[in-house]
């Protein structure tokens, strides 16, 4: 294999599967602990802190839970039907084009390093184009290198960086 080729990587299969209304209650608070947690990683906040705005984060981006205008909420599962991960994206008008913003992606812990996290990126491009974006787009926090190389391998670049110093 040359220096500038890789071999071509057989990704797993998988399906989006939408999440029902009974799950989204379980599933928000998983992502709303998850969210605190990142938070707490990022900023320095006090943990009790980081789930209260978390919480409120979640509340005002999905009022309505599943049934959320502009808001897609999927289990993942394999080809045997296994729960692997979720994702949560959103389309939105982003400076006049139209954007599918992953707010959430996860793979369960003993589903990952098995290809299932590129594989729901693919799957989501898909789900994203059939739905009319024509780009995509997502945050990842600095603490998790894992996760940026993932979306780097994927075709993802970095678009801008926020930067922050704690003063006190």
């Known amino acids: 294999m040359s220096a500038g080729s890789r071999a071509a990587i057989s990704l797993p299969q998988v399906s989006l599967v939408a999440l029902e209304q009974g799950a989204f209650a379980p599933w928000c608070a998983h992502v709303t602990r998850e969210y605190a947690a990142d938070k707490v990683a990022s900023l320095g906040i006090a943990p009790e802190d980081a789930l209260v705005m978390a919480a409120q984060s979640m509340v005002s981006a999905l009022p309505q839970g599943c049934a959320t205008a502009g808001n897609f909420i999927f289990g993942v599962e ?36 098995k290809g299932y996290g590129a594989a729901t990126l693919a799957a989501f491009e898909a789900d994203a184009l059939a739905r009319g974006a024509a780009r995509l787009a997502l945050n990842v926090f600095a603490h998790n290198p894992g996760a940026q190389a993932l979306y780097e391998r994927a075709g993802y670049a970095v678009s801008n960086v926020t930067m922050g110093k704690v003063l006190v």
């Open 78 to 113: 394999n080809t045997a039907g296994d729960a692997v991960g979720t994702l949560w994206y959103a389309l939105q008008d982003q400076w006049g084009v139209c954007t599918a913003f992953i707010y959430d992606i996860e793979i369960d812990p003993n589903h990952r390093r």
